[in-house]
């Protein structure tokens, strides 16, 4: 699908386009209108009206859900979502199933509560058949912490009897150096997602470059207004190419709370608005307690998981 599709694009539009990195139909509705105008310099209203136009393309396609459906259209769609399993069949009891497509699920908690290693397994899981709770795609791994490890995948996937050759092959890492580097890097995911049948994006983790740079109060709204557009970007991707995505983030304390946990997810409204699915993690001796938070449709359950040579594993 690419930008000739759109009768609106001009022959010096579509030099301006490309320059800017900007090569699909799916690439003008996952960037949105205000990214286009700004990397461009298109009046706002015709990048509008481009992004516009692109979205119905997708939707004559049968690429994107229509704007107008019946609720029993959308419950048909719903049941078939595929989903990746985390390696515990009680976490992916936890999720409906596992892993969802087309959303986006964060996994926050503190320190070692398992949210990098829920990474690595989902990367190794996504691979497998779907009898073996995968869908056969490939993983991206945006790492921004220093924290992925090729030498994890591999003992995962030996204590899996998967072959870990493969397993690091379908693994795409991006390594994050700071905010703005995050940026361009979530920009550019959409061009490797269609070359390289990805159906699994780890962000692993969502904040912890921006909580760095903009220290103080005097910062936080230019930091939240990133993070926004960021967010939005990886709902779309989600979406239009209909893969799961993972967030992982972390916990800080609210002293303003009198009554029960004291923890709360970082970076505000902005993740929690964004997040299809909230996950929480927290310690439990040799195992971890997983919750549901704000969910749409689930109750506030929790489960047990654990941690091991195979990742992920049901509880001990
Ligand atoms: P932060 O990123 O520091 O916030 O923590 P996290 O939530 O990402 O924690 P992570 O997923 O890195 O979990 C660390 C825990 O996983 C360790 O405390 C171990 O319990 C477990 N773990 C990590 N590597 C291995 C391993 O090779 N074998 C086993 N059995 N467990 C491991
Ligand atoms: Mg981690």
Redo the contacts with the bound molecule.
């Keep these: 699908m690419n930008l000739d599709s759109i009768e609106e694009i001009g022959p010096a539009t579509k030099v301006n386009l490309t320059n800017a990195g900007v090569g699909s139909v799916k690439d003008l509705v996952v960037r949105g209108p205000y990214n286009i105008s700004e990397i461009t310099g298109l009046s706002i209203e015709k990048a509008v009206e481009l992004c516009n136009k692109a979205r119905i393309k997708l939707e004559e396609l049968g690429a994107l859900e229509k704007s107008f459906i019946t609720a029993t259209e959308l419950y048909n769609k719903r049941q078939s979502i595929a989903r990746i399993s985390t390696g515990s069949r009680c976490l992916d009891e936890l999720l409906g199933g596992g892993i969802e497509t087309g959303s986006i699920t964060e996994i926050y ?10 990474c690595h397994t989902t990367a190794i899981l996504v691979q497998q058949s779907k009898k073996d709770g995968g869908l056969e795609g490939k993983a991206i791994y945006v790492d921004t ?1 220093n ?1 992925f490890r090729p030498e ?1 995948i591999v ?1 995962i996937s030996k204590a899996r009897n998967i072959e870990y050759i493969n397993s690091l092959e379908n693994i795409i890492v991006a390594k994050v150096f700071n905010s703005s580097h995050q940026e361009l890097v979530i920009q550019e995911l959409g061009k490797i997602i269609e070359n390289n049948n990805i159906k699994l994006v780890l962000l692993d983790s969502a904040i912890s470059h921006f909580r760095a740079e903009f220290l103080g109060r005097g910062t936080l709204s230019e930091r939240q207004q990133r993070l926004n557009k960021l967010m939005h970007m990886l709902i779309r991707i989600a979406e239009i190419y209909n893969i799961a995505i993972i967030i ?1 983030n ?1 916990i800080q304390s609210t002293p303003d709370i009198v009554f029960g946990d004291p923890y709360r997810p970082t970076g505000g409204n902005v993740i929690a608005h964004a997040s299809t699915y909230r996950v929480y ?1 927290k310690k439990a001796g040799k195992n971890r307690i997983a919750r549901i938070v704000d969910s749409p449709y689930h109750a506030e359950i929790e489960a047990l998981f654990s ?3 195979k990742g992920i594993t049901d509880p001990i």
């Design positions: 908690g503190e320190f070692g509560s398992g949210k990098t290693q829920i912490e924290t994890r003992s992982t972390q993690l941690l091991g040579e």
